[in-house]
């Protein structure tokens, strides 16, 4: 018999949020429900959550060093952002995102969820938003080079950005969030 490939990677979530496993079971809920709702995720990434996103934002735990701040730019639904601030409670987050609907989504799950404390939504376009951060995420929301353009002004001077983009190369390891510049 072969496992099932939804159970499977529910588990090892279960594994590696620990404690946090039910707020993260809570936040995979409200993204099947209001998300798809919304249009923030497609009805078919409902069945995909714990592999394709939940476990892929899992990876950046250990390529942010403890306590600190982190901005998730173009945040959409909230990946990466919510799963690393449920599993980093040492880290301060900002989600940046632009649209009304989603910057809305965003707020009432960060309340849903209890994480208000380290975790801010900010309404904005990452080029109009002038804060810097220690590290900045992002996934694949547009060209490289315009993601760089967009990111790079948001990092200190020490920061690092760390973003998943398909048009990265194989040398680089793109199963992880692997482009990083600037440490």
Do not use: K
Not at 5 to 10: F, I, K, L, T
Not at 29 to 52: F, H, Y
């Amino acid at each position: 018999m072969s496992p099932n490939p939804v159970v499977e990677p529910a588990i090892l979530a279960r594994e590696i949020y620990g404690a946090q496993f039910p707020s993260l079971n809570r936040y995979v809920n409200i993204l099947r429900s209001t998300g798809v709702e919304w249009g923030l995720l497609g009805p078919r990434e409902a069945d995909r959550l714990w592999d394709r996103h939940i476990l892929n934002c899992a990876a950046l735990n250990e390529l942010i060093a403890a306590d600190r701040t982190v901005a998730d730019v173009g945040s959409g639904a909230g990946l990466p952002g919510i799963p690393l601030a449920l599993l980093r409670p040492d880290l301060q987050l900002t989600l940046i995102e632009p649209l009304l609907r989603r910057s809305t989504f965003l707020t009432q799950t960060v309340e849903e969820l209890g994480i208000g404390p380290n975790v801010q939504v900010i309404r904005s376009r990452a080029e109009d938003h002038h804060q810097t951060y220690d590290v900045v995420v992002a996934r694949a929301l547009a060209p490289l080079d315009r993601l760089i353009g967009w990111c790079n002004p948001l990092r200190s001077p020490n920061g690092i950005i760390r973003s998943r983009h398909s048009s990265l190369t194989d040398r680089t390891n793109r199963s992880a969030y692997e482009f990083a510049f600037g440490a």
